[in-house]
């Protein structure tokens, strides 16, 4: 029962920074963003809010599986994980409030840095966690594309 709760506690600290970064989009994706050029590539907006819960659900799983883990990597792997969650948090306030895609390139491409870094570590003692993050770091990668269209076309 003790496992399940690091899980389920792991997964609701990633909705719950989603959901408070979403606060600070808001206004900016009724009026800012849809005056922007973006790439043909762009999907819909009705995809983010679902690659993002699925993204977020396997980030919690993946960090639940590694804190439920007797390791002496443990504590480092919480230091990764929360400063890739900062980033992830801060990317959505630069881009979207601050209207800044400079910031959010320069943001995203730590953010790429650290998630990389989170699964080859995290690799070593636990490989599902690791794959779990792949659907992050994909998204990631086609993210930070969109990030730098916008940023030289606007």
């Known amino acids: 029962m003790k496992r399940l709760i690091y899980i389920l506690v792991a ?7 989603g959901f408070t970064a979403s606060l600070f989009q808001a206004d900016s994706l009724n ?25 977020y659900l396997c980030m919690g799983l993946s960090f639940g599986l590694i804190w439920n883990k007797l390791s002496a990597n443990r504590l480092g792997l919480g230091w990764i994980f929360t400063l890739q969650l900062i980033l992830n948090f801060a990317w959505s306030f630069m881009f979207f409030y601050l209207r800044s895609p ?16 989170y699964i080859l570590t995290v690799h070593r003692i636990n490989r599902l966690s690791a794959w779990l993050f792949i659907p992050y770091i994909l998204w990631l990668a086609f993210a930070t594309y969109l990030n730098a269209y916008i940023l030289i076309y606007n």
């Open 11 to 17: 997964v609701l600290i990633c909705f719950g920074v």
């Open 102 to 117: 400079l910031s959010g390139f320069i943001n995203i491409l730590l953010l790429d840095i650290v998630v990389l870094f």
């Open 31 to 55: 009026s800012w963003y849809p005056t922007l050029i973006k790439s043909p590539l762009t999907p819909p907006d009705s995809a983010f809010p679902i690659a993002w819960g699925i993204i």
